[in-house]
């Protein structure tokens, strides 16, 4: 595929996926979702970590609504099921870590675009948005089934229902991302972070989300059991021989990524 909403780079295992459309803060159409969707499957498939993050002011203003006879007679059902559903899947289903670099705002469904991922780091002057009761909507894009679970149902009731801003320092602290950072110190940390699982162990990090993932729908014994079966299969691996090697030896291990 040809991309046209988007940029596509991979270096030393990052697969850089940047929002390209700054004109209209990286609203997303028809043809940004189904780029996205495209992109991240072929970087689960080549890299060893995918990093989405914006141009210009914005990481996702969410749903394009420039067009005002289009979004008003919009079949929302459908939309979200043939085009958001897909993309959505790609990011929670891919097999290595991914991170949302959430460079600015991230409103409606761009706030929940980037909190389907693994790792969410945002620069201080972003903020997050569930803009939707503003224009007579729900969250979507996930935002119902992400967000009590990562602020807890009160803050995410408020943030539904309020359509607050919600700074990523406050983000931050609710614990609804992983870490909000100092614009001049952004680009460098989330490049990073992103270099340090690339050179993991790339077989354990795709249990890790397996297990984390499916906890709330287990109870103890079972994800016991779920724990088992992720850890018997990580010992077969290479990287926990070179880890277990690395360790007798006094050094840092030289993970493949297999």
């Not at 992109?39 to 689960?44: D, I, S």
């Not at 729908?217 to 021989?241: I, Y």
Request: charged letters at 25%.
């Amino acid at each position: 595929m040809q991309y046209e909403t988007i940029t596509y780079e991979i270096a030393e295992d990052v697969a850089v996926i940047t929002l390209s459309r700054a004109d209209v803060m990286n609203a997303l159409n028809t043809q940004m979702r189904a780029e996205i969707t495209h992109a991240v499957q072929e970087a689960g498939r080549a890299a060893r970590v995918v990093v989405l993050t914006g141009t210009g002011r914005a990481f996702c203003s969410g749903q394009d609504l420039g067009d005002r006879e289009t979004a008003a007679n919009m079949d929302l059902e459908r939309v979200l099921r043939d085009e958001y559903e897909p993309m959505l899947n790609a990011i929670t289903d891919c097999p290595v870590p991914t991170i949302a670099a959430v460079n600015g705002a991230a409103a409606g469904a761009g706030a929940n675009l980037a909190l389907v991922h693994d790792v969410v780091i945002a620069t201080e002057s972003a903020f997050f948005m569930q803009a939707f009761t503003r224009i007579g909507l729900i969250p979507d894009a996930g935002g119902t089934w992400a967000l009590p679970r990562q602020m807890g149902l009160a803050k995410a009731m408020g943030a539904a229902l309020f359509a607050d801003r919600i700074s990523a320092r406050q983000a931050d602290e609710m614990g609804m991302i992983w870490e909000a950072v100092p614009d001049a110190e952004f680009e460098a940390v989330w490049q990073a972070r992103a270099a340090y699982l690339a050179k993991g162990p790339t077989e354990a990090y795709a249990r890790i989300k397996t297990a984390l993932r499916g906890a709330f729908e287990c109870d103890l014994a079972a994800q016991l059991r779920v724990e088992s079966r992720l850890q018997g299969e990580c010992g077969k691996t290479r990287d926990f021989k070179e880890g277990i090697v690395a360790f007798l030896e006094k050094r840092p291990p030289h993970f493949e990524g297999r």
